[in-house]
């Protein structure tokens, strides 16, 4: 459930974020930049002569809503991983604690013989060659 709801405010977040390039975009800047490339008279018209007022409204509500939004998505990202994360832990009971135990004499452990002598390297047969036959020349 909690995924389902990351998904819509993560939709909803970018479509905020377009309307904001779109409104910010639209808004006329004191050297007349951007904002001039959609006509002085256009803009004028669909919204009427208070065109900036309406426009920096609309960029003020949609800003706040912005970051209301990424707020809202970072708090519901943190419960998910909280969530994750205690689905990973083992359940154990708490661990009492213990009085510590007496000290042990370490334990001496006899070291192995070691043979300084080397031993004999076996001895290896090595197989006699076969005989060869050399062709006899024919007497005459």
């Given at each position: 459930m909690l995924?389902?709801?990351?998904v819509l405010v993560t939709i909803l977040l970018v479509v905020v974020c377009l309307l904001l390039i779109v409104l910010v975009l639209m808004q006329r800047p004191k050297q007349e930049g951007l904002g001039a490339a959609?006509?002085?008279?256009?803009?004028d018209q669909i919204w009427g002569s208070q065109?900036?007022?309406v426009l920096?409204?609309?960029t003020v509500y949609l800003g706040v809503l912005f970051?209301?939004?990424?707020?809202?998505?970072?708090?519901?990202?943190?419960?998910?991983?909280?969530q994750f994360s205690n689905l990973n832990l083992p359940?154990?009971?708490?661990?009492a604690e213990q009085a510590p135990a007496a000290p042990v004499?370490?334990?001496?452990?006899?070291?192995?013989?070691?043979?300084?002598?080397?031993?004999?390297?076996?001895?290896?047969e090595t197989p006699a060659a076969p005989?060869?036959?050399?062709?006899?020349?024919?007497e005459k």
């Open positions: 995924s389902v709801f990351i959609f006509g002085a008279g256009v803009t065109t900036t007022n920096q409204k609309g970051f209301v939004l990424s707020l809202l998505l970072a708090i519901l990202k943190a419960r998910e991983a909280a359940k154990t009971a708490p661990v004499a370490p334990v001496e452990i006899p070291a192995p013989a070691v043979n300084l002598e080397t031993p004999a390297a076996p001895a290896v005989a060869v036959e050399t062709p006899s020349s024919p």
